[in-house]
């Protein structure tokens, strides 16, 4: 009888093992690939999360970037440094998803990949879990098995909001000259954005879209994208896949058992941004499970709180600010990032050092005349 199951070996589950496990809980990971596994993600992480954790994730990190060149078009160029405290880090998720499990593991979680979970039944006062190779149980679960995870629906959260995005990203190894320089494009795709991150050993180019879901090229788009850095994407293979972005605070409790990362939709609806807020899920939903086997009744109900508190109430203000930059994208470019501190005030929002409520009311009245 473990004190915790833990399903999906992301980000949340990687580090609610690693916290719980420091604790002295009994834990297991179940995750049904083999790790470590490739994970279509652009990669950028705030070094911001190192607040909630004790270890160096030096070798997690690929590249460091400290400067965001901006386009429109593909002209109308904006370059200018971030200026966080510390540079954004660029990892491979499969490198840094591995890394956070070991780091769990090396405090006494235990790790079953390579096992996918068939089912899940409540006994009473804990949880029966059905792999594909047996049967373990656990006082509590942890449900961090993703935006197609079945994990919400068998646990009954059939009416929560969602709100899907789509994306192609493309993984293209080649020499990097600038590892400090994270590439934006706006204009070639509706209601969204494209990417070009560096690694040390090449580049996560992507797109996607956050709101609406009318139809577009995305391999067509992405193509001409990469032409323009000299890249040709038709010999490396794509992966398209769904985002979860929050869409307004809900319910992420059950009986023993809480929602944690993209299984419960943390990821931001301007940016998309889902390793930082899936990690503080983690960190949250290790802190609750902790105190409710120390007899807290009300643990996991306070963890829909704290994160509907904590992560949900600035999310509104970033859906606001994505209704109207998607929306409005050319004004949004003209008054938002060709702003003189405007690259600096976003770059402090993604590092936690401000929070969206702080800026987005100002912004928006640049973008919307009579706003407020």
């Not at 068998?154 to 990097?176: H, N, P, Q």
């Not at 941004?273 to 009300?298: C, K, M, Q, Y």
């Amino acid at each position: 009888m473990y004190d915790c199951i833990i399903v999906g070996a992301g980000p949340a589950g990687g580090t609610a093992a690693y916290h719980l496990a420091k604790k002295g809980r009994s834990v297991l990971v179940l995750e049904k690939d083999s790790l470590p596994r490739y994970k279509p993600c652009g990669g950028g992480v705030s070094s911001a999360i190192a607040q909630w954790f004790d270890f160096d994730f030096s070798p997690a990190i690929s590249a460091k970037v400290d400067t965001s060149r901006f386009t429109w078009k593909l002209e109308d160029v904006v370059e200018a440094k971030i200026g966080t405290k510390e540079p954004i880090w660029m990892v491979r998720r499969e490198v840094f998803d591995h890394f956070l499990v070991q780091q769990a593991q090396n405090q006494g979680a235990e790790l079953q990949d390579n096992t996918e979970v068939k089912g899940i039944e409540f006994k009473t006062d804990y949880w029966q879990v059905t792999t594909a190779t047996g049967t373990v149980t656990g006082r509590y679960l942890i449900a961090a098995d993703g935006v197609k995870g079945p994990m919400a629906k068998w646990l009954g959260f059939k009416d929560r909001k969602r709100r899907l995005a789509g994306a192609l990203e493309v993984e293209v190894i080649t020499d990097v000259p600038n590892k400090n320089l994270a590439h934006f494009e706006f204009g070639l795709i509706k209601n969204g954005y494209l990417w070009n991150f560096p690694k040390a050993d090449g580049y996560s180019i992507g797109v996607g879209t956050f709101i609406g879901n009318k139809p577009q090229d995305f391999k067509k788009i992405l193509d001409e994208y990469a032409k323009s850095f000299d890249l040709d994407i038709n010999n490396s293979k794509q992966y398209g896949h769904a985002i979860c972005l929050w869409d307004g605070n809900q319910k992420l409790h059950t009986q023993n058992a809480v929602l944690a990362g993209e299984a419960a939709c943390v990821v931001d609806p301007f940016t998309a941004e889902g390793i930082r807020p899936s990690i503080f899920s983690g960190v949250l939903a290790a802190a609750s499970i902790n105190d409710a086997l120390t007899g807290n009744i009300n643990a996991v109900a306070n963890y829909t709180d704290a994160i509907n508190e904590q992560w949900g109430n600035d999310m509104a203000w970033s859906q606001k600010l994505a209704g109207a930059f998607y929306r409005f994208p050319a004004i949004g470019y003209k008054v938002g990032v060709k702003h003189p501190a405007g690259v600096q005030i976003m770059g402090k929002v993604l590092s936690g050092e401000l929070s969206y409520g702080d800026v987005v009311g100002r912004a928006l009245k640049r973008l919307i005349p009579g706003f407020g």
